[in-house]
């Protein structure tokens, strides 16, 4: 299993932005797959994730802002994320797993990528 994020980047306040996921190794049919972010010294921050039957979950503290999605065929998941402010700033993972899979709880996730760092100044 392999998970390539990309797209983070510093932006300004109120500003979007549009994070990648290259995976492989896996199908995403099997797997669910979601994004988690981790400012430092701070738990990990389940955001949004696919069930492995196509379910969306999107954590209320980010809902209506972030947008999860997948292209199939590129074997890429994506998050889009609106109306930024300094709290996005961290640093953002890709995810995946087999299985019991919550936002809730990042040791149910088993794959992470290496993460992409996002610094949104004011």
């Known amino acids: 299993v392999q998970l390539v994020e990309s797209g983070g980047k510093s932006e300004q306040t109120g500003g979007s932005l549009r994070l990648s996921c290259a995976f492989s190794g896996f199908s995403y049919r099997d797997f669910c797959m979601g994004w988690f972010r981790q400012v430092e010294g701070k738990e990990r921050e389940g955001l949004a994730s696919f069930g492995d039957d196509g379910t969306i979950y999107i954590r209320p503290p980010v809902k209506g802002r972030v947008t999860i999605s997948r292209d199939n065929a590129k074997n890429t998941l994506y998050l889009n994320i609106v109306s930024l402010s300094p709290e996005d700033s961290a640093v953002y993972y890709c995810?995946?797993?087999?299985?019991?899979?919550?936002?809730?709880?990042?040791?149910?996730?088993?794959?992470w990528g290496q993460g992409t760092r996002v610094t949104v100044s004011s």
């Open positions: 995810v995946a797993t087999k299985g019991t899979c919550l936002l809730s709880s990042p040791r149910t996730w088993t794959y």
